[in-house]
């Protein structure tokens, strides 16, 4: 016996005690894995490297890229799962086992480094995506990158897009008319340092730069908008019809709540709903406009609400978050005083799916009315040519995803009665008063009155989605100031003329009579 052992092989090394029972009793346990993963952890942690520096791309694939390179980092986190927290095994005790028994973390193989090492990795990922990825988001929804994608991908976008050129190529020379027989242009609105192919977003993102860098130099023109009561006033020097404004107080709270005490008391003197806006809370999320209205005039309401709401907003900073050049932008705001206008309301029938004025957004260009969006409709598009161009915005529909349209006929006796010229003709107006190369013009239209629209406020950073319409848009707003700076045409464009003035914008008196802007041009 013992010379047959001494033939025998020698037995292969004693296993490490892994697995308890199993071991002993010569069963297999699980198998064993390395203690650390870095090739998916490196993997992984290279693609979110990549996908921050993509998010600061220019280029014409970097949103694209951006998300590639995410759904990549997602993968690669999730293998780290897998081989980390041996999911396979757990996924193989599920299709094994009859009677499936949650295994125990000795089991599985698992430790607590384990379970801590995929812990500081997931967090730091999820920190990641919600304190960058997610910010950024925010600010390239409405990247006009997204239409190259959706133009190429998908069919209908590339149909929409053609039509978009078609109507642009139509509104070109009637553009460039326009900067050279009915336009001049305020200095201030001449300083915007743009290059060729610059974005929409871009174009924007430069204006406001602009206007950082003259308010060094003590020029705030940005009040025309970001000021409601100097925008009001504006209006009301140069007769361009808006809502009846009934006061506009500047002084302090106690002004300003003695006035509201006086519309308290002597509610029969005023025409309900009367509107509290802030001259100074201009965005929209800053939510600067109370209703008032008699039943929020009732001694409860009004002690309890009206006036500590306008003592709040009296004290609260403007704050134009969520957007790429919101640093600047709050510089700015930051130098308004605050303040409160009382308005009384727009008399027009309210057709509108929310019981509100039918309102249009015009976006004129160097004094040229190019497209007006009802966002109420969320979103007809109203074109020069008569046309209704209508993009479904529900996730649910294919034309959220490819920025295709079809045509509308709900809004199509705004064009039949001759209330969306009356509406072109007020914005370009409102335009060319001011002397700015782009603006957003909102406009109240009333049913019964077809010549008689009135402009409700407008906008010098429009947040608004114009589809395919954007980067015509873009090329429009850039091409007459690319010629200013190349002291030649740029590809046709005239150079506009500007005004010689240094009065800011807001503080414009209407011209003399026949007069074309400001004042004298050259």
């Known amino acids: 016996a013992r010379g047959r052992e001494a033939l025998l092989p020698p037995a292969p090394p004693a296993r490490a005690r892994r697995g308890g029972r199993a071991a002993r009793d010569g069963r297999r346990g699980p198998p064993a894995v390395p203690a650390r993963h870095p090739r998916p952890v490196a993997a992984g942690l290279l693609a979110v490297l990549e996908c921050q520096m993509l998010m600061g791309s220019k280029g014409s694939g970097g949103i694209y890229m951006t998300w590639v390179t995410f759904a990549s980092a997602c993968a690669m986190l999730l293998v780290f799962a897998v081989y980390l927290l041996r999911i396979d095994s757990l996924i193989a005790r599920c299709t094994n086992h009859a009677a499936f028994r949650w295994p125990t973390p000795v089991q599985m193989g698992l430790s607590k480094g384990r379970v801590a090492a995929f812990g500081s990795t997931s967090g730091f990922f999820l920190v990641w995506v919600f304190a960058s990825l997610l910010q950024w988001d925010d600010v390239a929804k409405h990247d006009s990158r997204w239409n190259a994608i959706r133009s190429t991908l998908t069919t209908d976008g590339k149909d929409a897009f053609e039509r978009a050129r078609a109507y642009w190529e139509i509104q070109k020379p009637l553009i460039q008319e326009s900067l050279k027989t009915n336009f001049t242009l305020h200095p201030y609105f001449a300083r915007t340092e743009l290059w060729e192919g610059a974005r929409w977003d871009e174009v924007i993102n430069m204006r406001i730069e602009s206007m950082g860098k003259q308010l060094d130099n003590g020029k705030k023109g940005f009040m025309i908008e970001k000021d409601k009561c100097a925008m009001f006033e504006f209006f009301m020097e140069h007769e361009i019809p808006i809502p009846p404004v009934l006061t506009i107080l500047r002084g302090s709270k106690d002004e300003v709540e003695a006035k509201l005490r006086d519309v308290h008391t002597h509610p029969s003197a005023y025409q309900f709903p009367l509107f509290l806006k802030g001259c100074h809370l201009t965005q929209g999320s800053d939510k600067g406009m109370r209703a008032l209205t008699p039943k929020k005039l009732e001694k409860g309401s009004f002690e309890k609400d009206v006036i500590p709401w306008m003592k709040k907003k009296w004290d609260q900073r403007p704050n134009d978050s969520g957007r790429a050049w919101a640093e600047v932008m709050n510089r700015l705001l930051d130098t308004l005083p605050p303040g409160f206008a009382i308005q009384g309301p727009f008399r027009g029938m309210r057709v509108s799916p929310y019981n509100t004025p039918l309102e249009v957004k015009v976006e004129v260009l160097w004094g040229r009315a190019y497209l007006g969006l009802f966002a109420d409709f969320h979103d007809i598009i109203a074109l020069r040519d008569g046309s209704l161009e209508f993009t479904c915005r529900d996730k649910a529909c294919s034309q959220w995803w490819s920025h295709g349209n079809v045509p509308d006929l709900r809004l199509k006796w705004a064009v039949e009665n001759g209330h969306m010229e009356a509406v072109w003709t007020l914005a370009e ?85 026949g007069g074309r802007g400001l004042a004298a041009v050259l």
Do not use: C
């Open 429 to 513: 107006r409102v335009a060319q008063a001011i002397g700015i190369d782009e603006a957003r013009i909102d406009i109240f239209i009333d049913p019964n009155r077809p010549k008689e629209p009135v402009v409700n406020e407008i906008s010098l950073s429009s947040g608004h989605e114009y589809m395919y319409h954007t980067d015509f848009l873009a090329e429009a707003w850039a091409a007459p100031h690319l010629s200013m700076a190349g002291h030649q045409r740029y590809h046709g464009w005239p150079k506009p003329i500007v005004r010689q003035t240094d009065v800011d914008v807001h503080l414009q008196k209407k011209p003399p009579l």
